[in-house]
C-alpha cells in the first residue's frame, strides 16, 4: 500500500555525511570491520575489543552482536515471520546536477519502512562501490497512517507516524560497510553511486510474513500542482569521485 502524502512547496536540500556508526545511531547499524589494523595472527598478543574474541585456531576474530536483529512479527496482524535473505543488484542512479559541478543530487521521491523487521544491506564486491543511505524519522501519528499496522510494544522503536522529510539525514557508505535498518525505519530505496551502467549487489537479510502492508509500507510525495516535490539530497564532489 502506498501512501501519498502532499508536501506543498516544502523545499529541503541534505548534504550527505560520510557513514558512521554514531551519526547512523538513531536509525540503526553500520556494520563493517571496527579494527582493519588487527590481523588475526595477532589477536592472540594483543587486547582485543570487548565483543571480539579469537576463533578459528586463532587464524580468525569473531566479532559478536555486531547489529540489532529485531523481529516483530508477534505485534503483526498476521502474527507470523519467517527470516528471508535476498539479492538486491541495484543500478547505480541517475543523478541530477548540483550548484557546484563537483557535486551530484539525489531527488527523493519515496520513502519505505519495514515496521515490523530490521533489515540488513550487506555490500559484496561489484561493479559499483559506494551508495547512499536516506533515512527520516517519523512524525507524530495522524489520519494518514492510521491504516498502516505497526508494533504498539518495543524499546527504540518510532511508532507511528509518516517520515518527517525535515529530519531526513544521507550518509555515504563504502563498500566495506553494511548497513541495518532499525525497525520501522523511514528510507529511501537503495541508492547505488558511481559510473552508469555499474550496480551494487547486496545481500539483504530481513523477517517476513509475505502480507504487503505489514513487510513494505511505502510513502509517495507529491507536490500540490505540477510542481515536483524538492526533497533532494547534495553529494559532495569528493565523496563521488573514485577512491584512490
Ligand atoms: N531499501 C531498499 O532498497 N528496498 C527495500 O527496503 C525493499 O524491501 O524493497
Redo the contacts with the bound molecule.
Sequence with gaps: MTVTVDVGDLDIRVTAQPLTQEAFAPFGDVITNPRPDLHPAAAAASPLPPNAISANQGSAIQYRDVSRIRDLYSQAPSGRSIPKMSM?V?AARKLLPADKASEGRFRVGIM?R?PFTT?T?TPITSSASRYLVIVAPSLAPGVQDEGLPVPTAGHGLPGRGLPDARGLRAYVAESNQAVT?GAGTW?????TLGEQGTALD?V?F?FASGEGIE??QLVEFRSAGSREPRIDVVIPGQMLSPKL
Excluded at 187 to 191: A, E, G, K
Design positions: 538486491f541495484c519505505e519495514h533489515q544491506f535498518y528510507h529511501s530505496p537503495m541508492v547486496f539483504v530481513q513487510d513494505c
